[in-house]
């Protein structure tokens, strides 16, 4: 690995979860953030809900609009960061996937959907 610094780099790049890129398109300001242990119904909160090599969608509306496997988390954080999110996708490291905030509720689900299939290839 010393002959090779730049592999070396790259290596470390790809086990800490730094080379992730998300397309500037679908990038919300959260994207790439680690999130906070968010209360989540029915659980003591967001944290307790991640595993390995599985995503945890989170229904921030108030109300289950996402026709998608999600999880109810309560809508006020109580951080401005997440002031407005309707919706996040977080990865199994506890990191931001993907989150919105669409007013629409349709085409929320269908994003949320969408989201979710693109981290289930």
Same mark, same amino acid.
């Given at each position: 690995?010393?002959?090779?610094?730049?592999?070396?780099?790259?290596?470390?790049?790809?086990?800490?979860?730094?080379?992730?890129?998300?397309?500037?398109?679908?990038?919300?300001?959260?994207?790439?953030? #680690?999130?906070?242990?968010?209360?989540?119904?029915?659980?003591?909160?967001?944290?307790?809900?991640?595993?390995?090599?599985?995503? /945890?969608?989170?229904?921030?509306?108030?109300?289950?609009?996402?026709?998608?496997?999600?999880?109810?988390? *309560?809508?006020?954080?109580?951080?401005?960061?997440?002031?407005? /999110? #309707?919706?996040?996708? /977080?990865?199994?490291?506890?990191? /931001?996937?993907?989150?919105?905030?669409?007013?629409?509720?349709?085409?929320?689900?269908? *994003?949320?959907?969408?989201?979710?299939?693109?981290?289930?290839?």
């Amino acid at each position: 690995m010393r002959r090779w610094p730049e592999c070396s780099l790259e290596l470390a790049r790809r086990q800490s979860g730094l080379s992730v890129a998300y397309p500037a398109a679908e990038r919300h300001p959260l994207t790439g953030r #680690r999130a906070p242990d968010l209360p989540v119904e029915g659980r003591s909160g967001l944290f307790g809900l991640l595993r390995p090599g599985r995503h /945890v969608l989170l229904d921030l509306t108030g109300r289950t609009v996402l026709d998608a496997p999600g999880h109810r988390a *309560a809508p006020d954080t109580g951080r401005a960061e997440w002031a407005g /999110v #309707r919706a996040a996708l /977080v990865r199994p490291d506890g990191h /931001v996937a993907w989150a919105s905030d669409e007013s629409d509720d349709a085409a929320l689900g269908a *994003a949320a959907r969408a989201a979710l299939a693109a981290t289930h290839r």
